[in-house]
Nanobody, 119 residues
Framework: QVQLVDSGGGLVQAGGTLRLSCAAS????????MGWFRQAPGKEREFVAG????????RYRDSVKGRFTISGDNARNTVYLQMNNLKPEDTAVYYC????????????WGQGTQVTVSS
C-alpha cells in the first residue's frame, strides 16, 4: 500500500507559476510510475503528466507540453509538477497518482490540491 499526499496548489494569475508536490509513504521501496491528473468542475478526470520510476520516460497531454514539467526525487519519495505560464483552463483539482512500473495504470491516488488560475 502506498499513501500519497499532494500539495502546492493555490490561486495564481494567468501567466503565473506553481509547483505541485506529491509525497509518497508506505511501500515506497517498490518502484512506481507516477502521474498527475486533474479534474475541472463538470468534467472527467484527465491525465496531465507521468514519469517512470527511473525518470527515464515522461508523458504529457498536448495542452501542457512546453509549460509543465514532471520530475521525481527518489531519495525523498517525492514527485513534482512544475507549472509555468498557467492559463485559466488549467483550473482544476490536481491529483497525484502511482501505479505499477511499465503499465501506466494508476491505482493509488492523493487527496487532490486545488489550482485556480484567474484571467
Amino acid at each position: 500500500q502506498v499513501q500519497l499526499v499532494d500539495s502546492g496548489g493555490g490561486l495564481v494569475q494567468a501567466g503565473g507559476t506553481l509547483r505541485l508536490s506529491c509525497a509518497a509513504s508506505g511501500r515506497t521501496t517498490i518502484a512506481y510510475d507516477m502521474g498527475w491528473f486533474r479534474q475541472a468542475p463538470g468534467k472527467e478526470r484527465e491525465f496531465v503528466a507521468g514519469i517512470t520510476w527511473s525518470g527515464g520516460s515522461t508523458r504529457y497531454r498536448d495542452s501542457v507540453k512546453g509549460r509543465f514539467t514532471i520530475s521525481g526525487d527518489n531519495a525523498r519519495n517525492t514527485v513534482y509538477l512544475q507549472m509555468n505560464n498557467l492559463k485559466p483552463e488549467d483550473t482544476a483539482v490536481y491529483y497525484c497518482a502511482a501505479g505499477a512500473p511499465g503499465t501506466w495504470q494508476f491505482v493509488y491516488w492523493g487527496q487532490g490540491t486545488q489550482v485556480t488560475v484567474s484571467s
